[in-house]
């Protein structure tokens, strides 16, 4: 079955640090679609990322990246710098279409806390 | 602002009611999706409308039930509410039918049953 494995509840880090949150994901089929989503403390989801399971380059987009690796079915977020703005909640999503239709689903999320 | 909006934003309620959740998705997106986030559960995948009919369905209560009209807005209907239904429900939009594009939420509705 699919399923998304985001297993840090929690992280706090200091400004200026560089966080990773980490994203697992199971799914047996091969064509799927990785997401992040951001969640500030206004509550509303914000996206961030999509990446389909035939590409593997990671991204770089200002302060965030990711990197995806199939071998270890990891689709990983790296924040640089960090910033008291960047404090939310961080959702990791997937989309296959084993159960007959595409849908979204998501992690547990990692909430993250930069302190100033 | 994704371009996504719901109403109410906040709803508060008694045990045994029923609420009525509306969402108009983005301009010329087809796909609608509820999600209902609580906090021991998660994000929950609820249903999913593409152009009025539906097309997926997921933990979704008997007691609730939803729909997707001529004009593309959706309403998510809660019955005999629950103190457990407490929770924030998410809309969000997609153009395509399946879940392989990203999809923009609303702010959601926070609903609490008292």
């Known amino acids: 079955a699919q399923k998304v494995t985001q297993a840090q509840t929690e992280i706090s880090v200091v400004e200026k640090e560089d966080v990773t949150l980490d994203c697992v994901y199971e799914t047996r089929d091969t064509t799927y679609y990785l997401f992040w989503y951001k969640q500030p403390p206004s509550g509303e989801l914000v996206f961030l990322i999509r990446r389909n399971s035939f590409d593997e380059q990671n991204e770089i987009s200002g302060r965030y990246s990711w990197n995806f690796q199939k071998s270890t079915s990891s689709f990983n977020f790296t924040i640089t710098a960090s910033q008291v703005v960047d404090s939310a909640v961080y959702f990791c999503a997937l989309s296959e279409g084993t159960s007959g239709t595409y849908k979204y689903i998501f992690g547990t999320g990692t909430r993250l806390k930069v302190l100033a | 602002d994704s371009g996504v909006t719901q109403t109410p934003k906040h709803l508060i309620t008694a045990t045994g009611q029923r609420v009525t959740l509306r969402c108009s998705p983005r301009?010329?997106?087809?796909?609608v999706y509820w999600y209902q986030q609580s906090l021991d559960q998660g994000l929950q995948f609820l249903i999913q409308y593409y152009n009025g009919e539906e097309r997926a369905k997921g933990n979704i209560l008997e007691r609730f039930s939803a729909q997707q009209f001529p004009d593309l807005h959706s309403e998510l209907n809660l019955s005999s509410l629950e103190l457990g239904d407490s929770a924030l429900y998410f809309c969000?939009?997609?153009?395509?039918?399946?879940?392989?594009?990203?999809?923009?939420f609303g702010q959601g509705t926070r609903l609490t049953v008292v």
């Open positions: 301009s010329g997106d087809l796909s």
């Open positions: 969000a939009s997609s153009p395509s039918q399946g879940a392989v594009t990203e999809a923009f």
